[in-house]
Structures are given as C-alpha cells and as structure tokens.
C-alpha cells in the first residue's frame, strides 16, 4: 500500500466516475479478491485507493418491465437470502449458497466476483445461463454514461475483461425467466463452499413435456474464461430426457471443454467431472415434474 498517495470514499456515482476519470485509481468493496492481490503483488497498486462501499444505489435487487437487476455492491450474502431470486431465478441462489464462508459472503459483491474474472468465479456461471448482461458507468460529457454488453461477451482471459480504467460495473441484469424454467448449478471441490471450484457446471431452460424448449448451458475452472456450452445446449434442445439421450448429452459436454492441468486438478479429471456433473444434474431435472 506504500505507493497509495490519494484515499477517496464517494457517495454517488457520478462522484465516483468523476474521480475514475482523473487518473489510474483502484476501487475496492468487500477486498476479498483485491485486497489479498495487492499483498502478494498480483494486483498493481495505483496511486488512488477508492472505497466504494458507500455507494447505495450500486447495492440492491429489483424488478422491471419483465427484467431482473442486480447492483454490482450487491452482497453475495443478500442475493442468497434474497426471496425474489428464489423464486423466479433460483439458480444464481444456488450459487450463492455454495460461495465461500458466511463471513465472505457477507462481504463479497457480485460486482467484485464478475470483476475479478476468474475462470472458476462461482457467480459468473449462473449468471451467464440467464443471459445476463453487464452495465459499465463512466463519466462522458460532464454527466454519467452507461454502456451495457452481454456478459459472455465481457471476458477476455485469466483476470482479464473489457472493462477501462475509468468504468465500473454498476449492476447486472437478465430478463425474467420464463415459465416453466428450471436452472441448476453444481461445482466440485474439496469442500462444497470454501474451496475454488475445480470444476462448475450451470444450467438453465424451459422444460415442457420433459424436452427443453431451450436451453443455456455454461462451465467453469475448464478454459481460460468462463464459457458458454453451446454444443451442449444445441444437444439439449427438444430432446426428451432419457437415460441413454442424457448420457449421449453429457458426452457432448465433456468433448466442448479444454481444461488445463494444475495443483487442483489434472485436465483429464476436470474433464471427467464435467460429464459426471453433467449426467447427474439431468436426471435430476428428468426427475422434476414441468
């Protein structure tokens, strides 16, 4: 923190674009991805150190016109104990309950675990079978500007994504889903919550009559990004689930990833979850009535 010369805590966004727009700044929430980054040096530290927990209107879930947003301040902790997501997007629910400890995810936002970008990043997942869509605020011709792009779109490597310097992500959103979706997210680690996932799986559709209308289907901890499985969805689509269909599916899944071996896990076992995880979660959405 030695090279930190100038401490800012806005209480508005465009106070906060303001300040983005001045100069290089490192903005921290919760600090439970940056903060041990900046330690180890896996993070520059830039002159100006924003605290932005004060932003209230960065925080918060709500509803309208048929589409669900998320304030990028968003706890973990609140979308969990959300009853609205439980009901209508129970998916990014599941995610969060598998999201580290109690203590984290009282701290943790949504907006820092997108932001971090990693390939195995529990929230991104579920987010993207919603084909949710990030909105970045910035400061342009003296007033705030947004732009919004979807988030499968948002990632370009290990840590790395398109957001610039003087953006921040000031919230999330995704339609409602439609009637008769169902959505489930698994990840595979040494323990449940507190680990990194060696491996995540999310899906998310419409099911009638045992076939998916449509379907999204995404992975983490098996490439670079988090990715979408569009052979795997394609595979999914109006196809009635069965057990020798739901194999054939998983097949499909375990052939779209590339992971890569390293101290968590070796490629071939990641690959192998995947069609594990896959296969379990199907029959378990065969099983549940439409």
């Not at 610039?164 to 409602?176: G, I, M, R, S």
């Not at 795997?232 to 689509?237: D, M, S």
Request: net charge negative; charged share 20%; aromatic share 4%.
């Amino acid at each position: 923190m030695a090279n930190v010369e100038r401490y800012e805590a806005p209480e508005s966004l465009p106070e906060l674009t303001q300040i983005l727009a001045e100069g290089p700044a490192t903005m921290f929430a919760g600090g439970t991805d940056v903060v041990p980054q900046m330690r180890v040096g896996a993070r520059p530290v830039r002159p100006t150190l924003i605290n932005i927990n004060r932003l209230a209107d960065l925080r918060g879930i709500s509803e309208s016109n048929g589409v669900v947003r998320i304030g990028g301040l968003t706890s973990v902790a609140d979308i969990l104990d959300c009853a609205f997501l439980k009901q209508v997007a129970s998916v990014v629910v599941q995610a969060a309950d598998c999201f580290a400890s109690g203590q984290v995810r009282n701290a943790a936002t949504l907006g820092g675990n997108i932001c971090n970008a990693s390939p195995a990043g529990d929230m991104i997942i579920p987010l993207l079978v919603l084909d949710a869509e990030v909105e970045l605020a910035s400061w342009r011709n003296a007033c705030v500007a947004r732009r919004r792009m979807p988030l499968c779109d948002f990632f370009t490597g290990p840590g790395k994504t398109c957001i610039e310097d003087a953006e921040v992500l000031a919230a999330v959103q995704f339609p409602v889903p439609k009637p008769h979706t169902v959505g489930r997210f698994r990840k595979f680690g040494t323990r449940p919550a507190l680990d990194i996932a060696v491996v995540s799986v999310g899906l998310a559709g419409v099911k009638e009559n045992g076939c998916f209308k449509d379907a999204r289907v995404a992975f983490g901890a098996v490439a670079p990004t988090p990715i979408r499985g569009r052979n795997t969805e394609a595979a999914l689509v109006h196809v009635e689930l069965d057990g020798d269909r739901i194999s054939d599916i998983a097949q499909v899944a375990e052939q779209e990833v590339s992971p890569i071996s390293d101290v968590r896990a070796s490629a071939w076992y990641r690959t192998h979850l995947i069609r594990e995880l896959m296969e379990r979660m199907l029959h378990e959405v065969h099983q549940t009535r439409d």
